[in-house]
């Protein structure tokens, strides 16, 4: 065994306590780098009749942080209410879930036991345990007001501070549904019901999410999320060797970083990959090093959820055999909007790192071939800036990271270099699109990319 004194059942049950690829974190002892949103959102709760709404890129972090926050300010006689929107729900149907979870709430001893939950939603009386469908519920509410009416009732049975999540907000297709709850936290506010609302988007701004004639601004804190930092993705990864009293390389935990593009997701996979290959490793393992990165990587690939992977096989599967080095090099650097000056520079380097004679395409067909990748054929894995031709992202920015575990996998190293110039006079600034490498300072890159291809 590689790692003294494990079974695989107890290394296994551990790994799982100390990383979450698939399941949102939920208490502040895993949750990294996001001080600074927990600790506004738990001032702005602090305000009578404001909520919360958490928005960003899919993957990074807002139904952790959402959960969390939830256990933060929700009293401890109950659980949060947690409820998730999808694409056929309306506002009645959203609200029945939460009715329908607040009155499923297990007992505790401490629950004020004088008090049963009955509510009463326009003359439906539904008791605690009571198993009512979501489809009678919905059926009772019948405007915002009835609304207010029966989430009143819920907070002032359910527990001291109840707290509501509604996760995944932007799910709801229909726009006319997700504007009214603008109008439900206005009249919430307005009768003083004290409930608290967290919501979790996907998106750019609350007027994309709650609609541009949402009338809530005042109600609500607006919480938007980057991509985790440096220091809270080299933590995630620290944690957990730490946490099997293993050693770990510096340059590793900063290529896991590197690599992750500041999604959690990646990070959690591939540290526990890494670790997996520790456990199952012949000889005893005392320090994660490049070997095992190099494994863990492979695998986390592998494991890449199906639906992340399928727009980079569409760019480069069955493609001229540029594309492949040309969308590794749309995802060099930290920037998410790029031009298309910078990714060539990006592509020239890279293919200088292969060193295996290739030439590289010129300026115009490299442009050529990054037009293609908007298209669907190519698994629209890029979009044009609206009115700055020449400037792109990344589609679904989630991709980024995966693409950049593919360029690693494959030997080459994303850290946003510049080509030498020629004359060094002609070193652009910021403004005209240099941004220094993207590799963070005081990092050594690794010399040594071992050949786990070898195995
Ligand atoms: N601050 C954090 N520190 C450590 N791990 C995190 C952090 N935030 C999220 N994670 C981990 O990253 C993964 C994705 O997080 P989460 O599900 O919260 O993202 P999301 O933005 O809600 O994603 P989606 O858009 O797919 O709903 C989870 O497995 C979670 O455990
Ligand atoms: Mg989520």
Redesign the pocket.
């Known amino acids: 065994m590689a790692l003294e004194g494990y079974s695989e059942h107890n290394f296994g049950t551990k790994l799982g306590d100390v990383l ?6 939920r208490s502040i002892e ?5 001080g600074k949103e927990l600790d506004t959102i738990k001032k702005s709760l602090y305000a009578p009749g404001r909520h919360v709404f958490i928005f ?10 959402g ?1 969390t926050a939830a256990y933060q300010y929700q009293s401890a006689d109950a659980s949060p209410i947690f409820v998730s929107g999808s694409p056929n729900d309306t506002f009645n149907t959203v609200v029945a879930n939460i009715v329908s979870q607040a009155i499923r709430r297990p007992r505790t001893e401490s629950v004020k036991s004088s008090k049963a939950l009955a509510i009463d939603v326009g003359g439906i009386k539904i008791n605690e345990g009571q198993e009512r469908s979501g489809i009678d519920i919905a059926a009772a509410v019948r405007s915002v007001g009835d609304a207010v009416e029966v989430l009143k009732q819920i907070t002032e049975r359910h527990s001291e501070k109840p707290v509501v999540v509604i ?2 907000f932007d799910a709801i297709r229909d726009p006319v549904e997700r504007n009214m709850f603008a109008a439900l936290l206005k009249q919430m506010g307005d009768q003083s019901v004290n409930l608290k609302f967290i919501f ?1 988007g ?1 998106g750019k701004s609350l007027d994309e999410l709650l609609g541009a004639h949402q009338s809530a601004y005042r109600q609500l804190e607006t919480v938007e ?1 980057p991509r ?1 930092g440096w220091d ?1 993705r080299r933590e ?1 990864v620290n944690d957990a060797a730490q946490a099997f009293g293993l050693d770990l390389d510096n340059d590793v935990n900063w290529r896991v970083a590197m690599v992750s593009d500041g ?3 990646y ?2 996979l591939i540290t526990e990959k890494v670790l997996w290959a520790a456990f199952s490793a012949d000889e005893t393992v005392t320090t994660i090093g490049w070997d095992l990165f190099n494994h863990g990587l492979a695998d986390a690939i592998l494991s890449t959820t199906a639906e992340l992977k399928r727009p980079y096989e569409k760019a480069v599967l069955h493609r001229d055999p540029e594309f492949e080095d040309i969308v590794w090099a749309t995802a060099d650097h930290d920037d998410l909007l790029r031009s298309l000056n910078d990714m060539h520079a990006s592509y020239r380097v890279l293919v200088g790192k292969r060193r295996d004679g290739r030439i590289a395409v010129d300026r115009a067909h490299f442009s050529a071939q990054i037009r293609k990748l908007k298209g669907v054929g190519y698994g629209s894995v890029l979009q044009q800036e609206e009115g700055r031709p020449g400037w792109y992202s990344y589609r679904e920015k989630m991709l980024r990271g995966y693409v950049r575990m593919q360029a690693q996998a494959n030997g080459v190293e994303l850290t946003g270099e510049r080509p030498t110039p020629k004359q060094s006079m002609h070193i652009g600034n910021a403004r005209n699109g240099y941004h220094g490498a993207s590799i963070p300072s005081g990092v050594r890159q690794s010399q040594k990319i071992s050949d786990w291809s070898k195995e």
Do not use: C, M
């Open positions: 979450s690829a698939s399941r949102p974190i895993y949750l990294k780098g996001r960003g890129d899919r993957g990074v972090g807002k139904s952790s942080l959960q996760d995944e979790t996907i999320l985790l809270a995630i999604f959690p997701y990070i959690h």
